[in-house]
T-cell receptor, first 114, second 116 residues
């Protein structure tokens, strides 16, 4: 059974800092990995999706990497802003008979203070 | 990006009543939608996979007779919580899979259910 762990559980940084959020998973046989953002009481916003054959994806100030062999993904946020404050979730799509089913980590609560 | 809506956003009901939550893909067709629930300060747990025109597939431990799912069209899936009880109070979120484009999933804004 796939298990997804995110470290740290919470992170507080001053505005302008570059930061890294970590996601690890136990089963490297994945189809793809997605990073999401969730604001309090809201749904999820997809940030980046990395296919199993890819090593990284970039969107603006965000860069996500994937190392399947070690079961790790990182989300890099450059020049953080207070508007980046949210919970960040990574999710694994195992593919195969579980295709489309996402297994989520518990999230990292990010606070960026001015 | 693709947009998914949910209705209602919030609902408060009495114990024993049934509540229906709608999930719509607004600008794309979704043959597959997923229903999740999220408890406070917890991550999302998949409840069931909803396939258009066929029966939903439920995850282990989820009562199919309590959480009725109907996926009658390519843009609409509904979740009905039957005979709701306070322990069913939760945040329910649906997602829709955009087939053919990285198979990315797009999430609705969620429905906050409170059962008194």
């Amino acid at each position: 059974k796939q298990e997804v762990t995110q470290i740290p559980a919470a992170l507080s940084v001053p505005e302008g800092e570059n930061l890294v959020l970590n996601c690890s998973f136990t089963d490297s046989a994945i189809y793809n990995l997605q990073w999401f953002r969730q604001d309090p009481g809201k749904g999820l916003t997809s940030l980046l999706l990395i296919q199993s054959s890819q090593r990284e994806q970039t969107s603006g100030r965000l860069n996500a990497s994937l190392d399947k062999s070690s079961g790790r993904s990182t989300l890099y946020i450059a020049a953080s802003q207070p508007g980046d404050s949210a919970t960040y979730l990574c999710a694994i799509n195992a593919g195969g008979t579980s295709y489309g089913k996402l297994t989520f980590g518990q999230g990292t609560i990010l606070t960026v203070h001015p | 990006g693709a947009v998914v809506s949910q209705h209602p956003s919030r609902v408060i009901c009495k114990s024993g009543t049934s509540v229906k939550i709608e999930c719509r893909s607004l600008d794309f067709q979704a043959t597959t939608m997923f229903w999740y629930r999220q408890f406070p300060k917890k991550s999302l747990m998949l409840m069931a996979t909803s396939n258009e025109g066929s029966k939903a597939t439920y995850e282990q431990g989820v009562e199919k007779d309590k959480f009725l799912i109907n996926h009658a069209s390519l843009t609409l899936s509904t979740l009905t919580v039957t005979s709701a009880h306070p322990e069913d109070s939760s945040f329910y979120i649906c997602s829709a899979r955009l087939a053919g484009k990285s198979n990315e999933q797009f999430f609705g804004p969620g429905t906050r259910l409170t059962v008194l």
